[in-house]
């Protein structure tokens, strides 16, 4: 079962921040936090990962609170094309390579 | 990042037939995966295959019904058999980008159609 809870949607205004939030409760010292994305009838496409410090690439920023029982997925300037199922995923330590999706947040950003 | 190619992309089939799904990634890999993803739901992880050895199926997947073949460490391929329209999904493979730190890459995936 997966180890992570999203809302199963959200709206956003094209330009605005989107913050998507990601409760992994049960997470284990040595897990990871990973955030993909799957834009309709295409593979999920990485976009960041963290295990306790926050993180910031090109694509998002990822926020992981210090007991790292929650974290929120931040795209700082959505844009329609960023309109997809987004899917935080707990991964590593005992459980391996295996990587189990969750039911994800469809964000919707609208014009 | 590592590029997956996958074949074919889609395909229309008849029920009782089988259809093979090839995966080929541009770079050696130790394990491959195999997702489903049925309409309108999140992926499901089928089995796990390593060059070498038997692929390891999770729970409500069984090797007669997708048999999986993982002849050298760039190469895998899952079948499909004796197609139901319950298996009209998308068929996704997925490795490990341990070297350049982006978690996994998944192909484009093979959308079956069975009727």
């Known amino acids: 079962d997966a180890k992570t809870t999203q809302p199963p949607s959200m709206d956003c205004a094209e330009g605005r921040a989107a913050n998507l939030p990601c409760n992994h409760s049960t997470i284990s010292g040595n897990e990871y936090v990973y955030w993909y994305r799957q834009i309709h009838s295409q593979g999920p496409q990485y976009i960041i990962h963290g295990l306790k410090n926050n993180e910031t690439n090109e694509m998002a920023s990822l926020i992981i609170t210090e007991d790292r029982k929650s974290s929120t997925l931040i795209l700082p300037h959505a844009t329609l094309r960023d309109t997809a199922v987004y899917y935080c995923i707990v991964k590593g330590g005992a459980g391996g390579f295996k990587t189990i999706f969750g039911a994800g947040t469809r964000l919707f950003v609208k014009a | 990042s590592a590029v997956i190619s996958q074949k074919p992309s889609r395909d229309i089939c008849q029920r009782g037939t089988s259809l093979t799904i090839q995966c080929q990634v541009d770079s050696q890999v130790t394990m491959m995966f195999w997702y489903r993803q049925q309409p309108g739901q999140s992926l499901t992880l089928i089995a796990t295959?390593?060059?070498?050895?038997?692929?390891?199926?999770e729970s409500g997947f069984v090797i007669d019904k997708f048999p999986i073949s993982r002849p050298n460490l760039t190469f895998s391929t899952l079948t499909v058999s004796n197609m139901s329209p319950e298996d009209s999904s998308i068929y996704l493979c997925?490795?490990?980008?341990?070297?350049?730190?982006?978690?996994?890459?998944f192909g484009s995936g093979t959308r079956l159609t069975v009727v």
């Open positions: 997925s490795v490990e980008d341990r070297g350049t730190g982006v978690g996994y890459t």
């Open positions: 295959a390593n060059q070498g050895s038997e692929a390891t199926y």
